[in-house]
């Protein structure tokens, strides 16, 4: 395969996984709580700070979509909400 095909494959590539990923809703702090204070017993996937995520990052569905948000300090989530501790969460780039 040439370079330029190469390339034209890895593109494809990064095409198809964001299309089977589904959509990702990136929301302020205030509007994802907004949205776990509409479900009665929300479930929440966080994540803690890397060194390359330097950023407490949240995620959570609702009526379909996945809502995200990230935070530099941890965000004070409902009491009646499922919580998981991820090692890690990827969102594409868009």
Do not use: C, H
């Amino acid at each position: 395969m040439t370079g330029g095909g190469a390339a034209a494959a890895a593109a494809a590539a990064i095409a198809n996984a964001i299309k089977a990923s589904g959509a990702i809703i990136e929301v302020s702090e205030e509007d994802f709580l907004f949205i776990l204070g509409k479900t009665e017993k929300p479930l929440v996937v966080f994540s803690i700070p890397s060194f390359w995520a330097r950023k407490y990052q949240y995620m959570t569905s609702y009526q379909g979509f996945v809502f995200y948000t990230k935070a530099k300090e941890m965000i004070q989530l409902p009491g009646r909400a499922e919580i998981i501790q991820a090692a890690k969460i990827w969102v594409p780039n868009t």
